[in-house]
């Protein structure tokens, strides 16, 4: 079991430009989420999977932000156009739905810095 | 949104000492879960107590929960400096078929 594994750890773009996190959970995780943490505050809820299907989407993911999970495996977060108030953590976890109490495995998370 | 808040927001104790956190909620739960952050690192969990149960002990960590009041409590005894992170608590809100809720945290410094 090597955990939830997310690249990059560190991304720095200039604003206006696109940019796009990958998450590889735990193999026979079959939900996957994506939380964003800025600083000083708990992880914020973005969106998750179970297998490929997205089953809910916050109101903070805005028209620029889209999650896939094409296989029921890894995921993306692309984050197209950024913005300065776009730069935070970008956690991702994952669990096993018939585990039935919702504890998440997390990964190391990617930050990401808008200039 | 969050719905949970921590209190204290940091908290500064001595090596030996137990740190207590507390955590109040604003919906009826399923679960409350408490996970534990190091410095840019991502969150581990620590420990979980489900709605009909009242307390809950893991190793250092004793965990209660009172849903009348919608609040927990995490108290670390006897902390080490190892300890010092910021500690979040959870709210699962129902069977586990929604994402969980984060609050903002308590951050923990145990001086050596």
């Known amino acids: 079991d090597t955990g939830v594994s997310q690249n990059p750890r560190h991304k720095i773009t200039k604003r206006g430009q696109n940019v796009t996190f990958r998450c590889d959970p735990i193999?026979?995780?079959?939900?996957l989420y994506w939380y964003r943490q800025t600083l000083g505050q708990g992880p914020e809820f973005l969106t998750y999977?179970?297998?490929?299907?997205?089953?809910?989407k916050s109101r903070l993911l805005s028209d620029r932000f889209s999650a896939e999970r094409p296989k029921g495996s890894f995921s993306t977060l692309e984050i197209q156009r950024t913005e300065q108030g776009d730069s935070a953590m970008y956690l991702c976890?994952?669990?096993?739905?018939?585990?039935?109490?919702?504890?998440?495995?997390f990964g190391e998370g990617s930050r990401l810095t808008v200039l | 949104s969050q719905q949970g808040e921590e209190d204290p927001q940091a908290l500064s104790i001595q090596e030996g000492e137990n740190a207590t956190m507390n955590c109040s909620y604003k919906?009826?739960?399923?679960?409350l879960q408490w996970y534990r952050q190091n410095s840019g690192r991502g969150l581990v969990h620590l420990i979980l107590i489900r709605s009909n149960e009242r307390e809950k002990h893991s190793g250092r960590l004793r965990v209660t929960l009172d849903t009348s009041k919608k609040s927990s409590s995490l108290l670390i005894t006897a902390s080490r400096a190892a300890d010092t992170a910021s500690y979040f608590c959870a709210m699962g809100l129902n069977s586990g078929n929604t994402p969980l809720v984060f609050g903002k945290g308590t951050r923990l410094s145990v001086i050596a």
């Open positions: 919906t009826s739960i399923n679960n």
């Open positions: 193999s026979e995780h079959n939900r």
């Open positions: 999977f179970q297998n490929e299907a997205q089953l809910e």
């Open positions: 976890a994952s669990s096993l739905r018939e585990a039935n109490t919702g504890e998440l495995f």
